[in-house]
């Protein structure tokens, strides 16, 4: 069995975030990364894929240099190869573009199972799991909290609104995308960092894919700004009764109903 | 010379961090002074299987044969983390078990150490106390000048208290005999004396860790407080207090790789430097921790407040493994009295 994991670089939690000088993006220059959490939880689940039945486990990530630090832990946390694409044209494109890309590291590899994050910690667009599956021609599902396989077929927990949660059954091959919290997410061990140097980097480009020209972006980003904090708080303040008769004159003075 | 950390080992730093920063927050420090044992036999498993315990296992021994210096900036995310468990101990008895004539106790001891079965305790000259002796599987003991290994069932604990509650120390009752000597003469004074020093290096490490988090702290909370309707991180006066501090600390840094390096390396200055590391990063803990009591204000001095998890665990750090007087004293003795160089760097540095 070969599970495919697609990871993205993201800054790290604690890091401090700045508007970057052309206004389009974050200062990424002096701020740490790491794995975007929503695919650890993704590779967690492939690596016990791993532990149960010795599938292998490739992970798959675009993006600059500094990207190979994700893979490199990833490897340390167990995981057997990895696929580095780095062009800088995948950089400059958009959520569809990447998605190409990576669909066509799936139709290489033929994996048995996709596995990867709900969405990214940046961007947040919760759109690339989908997108990957649409473009590999394979079906895919979302938001997932729960995983069983048997034989050809997983049976999976997809996280609906309001606490529901619905069932679902795929053939694989197949891509899921899963939520937070589906496992318990390893530490990588030293060992595993120490075994990482041995194990394999490929690096390729879109081009190397044959999706060199379909990645040219859709979506260009305009403006990234913090919110401006408004000072038109009003404190409503009575008794219940009256601070509910004030709400609701209030909601109807604005128009929101 | 490249004195830079190699990618490995930065990411075993950040390996840590990550655990430590997920598993072992400040409530769980104060969970744990409310436990019997003040120990936590899921981190201790968490640690193991992270790999800590077992890097300076040698290899024979399911361990990964590594270093001090491949060890030094996790001993010192520990102390960033006020992470007290018998770290330094364990670590400490398996060099002594690892470095032992008689292989049997390695072959015994080093495999559960590197798996996580086994504590090890360690006594030192320079205390009366063993640390940590009520949750190890094997105490190393000293008397007359001789080196004894005994297991729980052989030894009388008792408690005794400490400002710091993380800091588990017990008072042993026990007789040597010749079927718990491990070690005499010329063979104990050695693997004594290099004990001690590993412990002493890493209680520095530590020790820096520690410092560093108290300015952070200082940072974080001058960077919230308001007073006078401007953060209080914009007066010159804090500023120059946390910058003074850090200063101190970023002295420290090279002094503890040094140490590590010199034990990594058995330098001819490895005591010299290890009490040197030692002396400077217990001044540097105890000035951040006194610049952050300071910034936190009247906050500082409160239960509620984490600052004091740090500062308790400095104090107790401080005083473990040689006090300042014994290795200021150490020092004079080394460099003085007997007339060796503190060489800078370059071959004169290894033995």
């Known amino acids: ?242 601070i509910a008769a004030k709400l609701a004159a209030k909601i109807k003075e604005l128009g929101l109903l | 010379m490249d004195f830079s950390f190699s990618e490995d080992q930065k990411m075993f730093q950040e390996t840590l961090r990550d655990f430590l920063t997920a598993e072992h927050t400040s409530a769980t420090i104060r969970e744990l002074w409310d436990s019997e044992t003040r120990r936590s036999s899921e981190l201790w498993q968490q640690l193991c299987e992270i790999g800590i315990m077992g890097l300076l296992v040698p290899e024979e021994y399911d361990g990964m044969g590594m270093d001090e210096v491949d060890l030094v900036l996790c001993l010192e995310e520990m102390g960033t983390h006020a992470f007290a468990e018998p770290v330094i101990p364990t670590l400490v008895g398996t060099r002594l078990l690892a470095d032992l004539a008689d292989k049997s106790l390695a072959q015994e001891w080093l495999p559960k150490v590197a798996g996580g079965e086994a504590i090890l305790a360690v006594q030192y000259p320079e205390s009366p106390f063993v640390q940590d002796a009520h949750v190890a599987n094997l105490l190393i003991l000293q008397k007359d000048g001789e080196l004894h290994a005994l297991t729980p069932d052989q030894v009388k604990l008792t408690r005794q208290d400490s400002n710091d509650p993380s800091n588990c120390l017990f008072s042993v009752d026990w007789t040597p005999s010749a079927d718990t000597l491990i070690a005499q003469g010329e063979e104990a004074a050695k693997l004594s004396a290099e004990a001690f020093d590993r412990g002493a290096l890493a209680a520095a490490a530590q020790l820096l860790g520690c410092g560093q988090r108290m300015i952070h702290m200082a940072c974080e909370y001058a960077s919230e407080r308001k007073q006078f309707g401007v953060f209080i991180g914009t007066f010159q006066a804090i500023k120059h207090m946390c910058s003074n501090a850090q200063v101190q600390v970023e002295y420290v840094r090279p002094a503890v790789y040094r140490a590590a390096f010199s034990l990594a390396n058995n330098s001819v200055n490895r005591s010299v430097n290890v009490s040197m590391a030692k002396l400077a990063a217990g001044e540097a803990a105890h000035t951040a921790s006194r610049v952050s009591m300071q910034v936190h204000g009247g906050q500082g001095y409160t239960w509620e407040q984490d600052l004091h998890l740090w500062m308790r665990r400095a104090w107790s750090l401080d005083l473990a493994w040689g006090s300042k007087q014994m290795h200021s004293q150490r020092i004079a003795s080394i460099v003085i009295d007997q007339g060796v160089p503190t060489a800078p760097l370059g071959e004169s540095w290894l033995a």
Request: glycine fraction near 10%.
């Open chain 1, 1 to 242: 069995m070969k599970i495919l994991v697609y990871l993205k670089q993201v800054p790290h939690q604690d890091a401090r975030l700045d508007i970057s000088s052309d206004g389009t993006w974050i200062e990424e220059s002096n701020i740490k990364f790491e794995i975007n959490s929503y695919d650890t939880y993704a590779l967690e689940e492939a690596l016990k894929a791993k532990d149960s039945e010795g599938a292998e486990v490739v992970v798959v990530t675009a993006g600059q240099d500094r990207v190979t630090q994700a893979l490199r832990t990833a490897l340390g946390m167990g995981a057997d190869r990895a696929i580095h694409i780095k062009d800088e044209a995948v950089d400059a494109s958009d959520v569809l573009g990447v998605a190409k890309v990576l669909a066509a590291v799936a139709k290489e590899e033929s994996p048995d199972l996709i596995l990867t994050g709900l969405m990214s910690e940046d961007s947040g667009f919760a759109a690339i799991g989908p997108m990957i599956g649409e473009f590999a021609g394979i079906a895919s599902t979302t938001a997932v909290v729960g995983i069983e396989r048997e034989g050809g077929k997983l049976t999976v927990e997809r996280e609906l609104e309001g606490g529901n949660l619905e069932v679902v059954e795929i053939n694989t091959p197949c891509l899921v995308s899963v939520q937070t919290g589906i496992n318990q997410v390893r530490y990588a061990s030293l060992k595993g960092i120490m075994q990482a140097k041995k194990k394999t980097i490929d690096v390729k480009t879109a081009a190397d894919l044959g999706v060199g020209d379909a990645i040219s972006p859709k979506l260009t980003t305009e403006k990234v700004s913090v919110p401006v904090k408004g000072e038109t708080a009003e404190l409503v303040e009575g008794s219940t009764d009256e």
